[in-house]
T-cell receptor, first 115, second 110 residues
Framework: SAVISQKPSRDICQRGTSLTIQCQVD?????MFWYRQQPGQSLTLIAT?????????ESGFVIDKFPISRPNLTFSTLTVSNMSPEDSSIYLC????????????FGDGTRLSIL | GEDVEQSLFLSVREGDSSVINCTYT??????LYWYKQEPGAGLQLLTY?????DMKQDQRLTVLLNKKDKHLSLRIADTQTGDSAIYFC??????????FGAGTTVTVRA
């Protein structure tokens, strides 16, 4: 399966600032997604990162707050903008490899705390 | 209600079998997944089953799927302390999106 590297692995940020999280895959993948896992909760899909075009956001998530880029088939970034303590979560990148029936694999996540 | 439901906690003695249950709602789901999350870690794909299968076995893991009842279970044989984690059931929706259950926290006691 693809090796997924997320950076940073964790960060502590001041409210009002922004942080960009990177997701790098060691092979070309079909799909890339960004999920959020709030403390003690399950995973919620933020958006589908589309290569070369605007991301597709789920209900409750907007581009101004969570801008996403995907310039090629192996890399994507998620920015958490104008952060508040409510944004303290784990943010996870996931990918689906090329080929039929490929499962979805996750990176190790970025643990974000906002003070 | 939630698309995917799981019991929240399971306590099992070391060496016994663990069974984690899950129900889902979308009868058109083609794949169902089990992920494991250890403390401070990301999600590890444990196993998955295609919707036209009833059972899948992979070493200590057995997945049973009852498509009629939309019920999925994960059995872990000979449960070890390293199996203590949160286990998430997920169903594949359209466009590869996953809908997750709340997660079952499995505690293995000596």
């Amino acid at each position: 399966s693809a090796v997924i590297s997320q950076k940073p692995s964790r960060d502590i940020c001041q409210r009002g600032t922004s942080l960009t999280i990177q997701c790098q895959v060691d092979s070309q993948v079909t799909m890339m997604f960004w999920y959020r896992q709030q403390p003690g909760q399950s995973l919620t899909l933020i958006a589908t990162a589309n290569q070369g075009s605007e991301a597709t956001y789920e209900s409750g998530f907007v581009i101004d707050k969570f801008p996403i880029s995907r310039p090629n088939l192996t890399f994507s970034t998620l920015t958490v903008s104008n952060m508040s303590p409510e944004d303290s979560s784990i943010y996870l990148c996931s990918v689906v490899g090329q080929g039929a029936g490929q499962p979805q694999h996750f990176g190790d996540g970025t643990r974000l705390s906002i003070l | 209600g939630e698309d995917v439901e799981q019991s929240l906690f399971l306590s099992v003695r070391e060496g016994d079998s663990s069974v984690i249950n899950c129900t889902y709602t979308d009868s058109s789901s083609t794949y169902l997944y089990w992920y494991k999350q250890e403390p401070g870690a990301g999600l590890q794909l444990l196993t998955y089953i295609f919707s036209n299968m009833d059972m899948k076995q992979d070493q200590r893991l057995t997945v049973l799927l009852n498509k009629k009842d939309k019920h999925l279970s994960l059995r872990i044989a000979d449960t070890q302390t390293g199996d203590s984690a949160i286990y998430f059931c997920a169903e594949k929706k359209a466009d590869y999106k996953l809908s997750f259950g709340a997660g079952t926290t499995v505690t293995v006691r000596a």
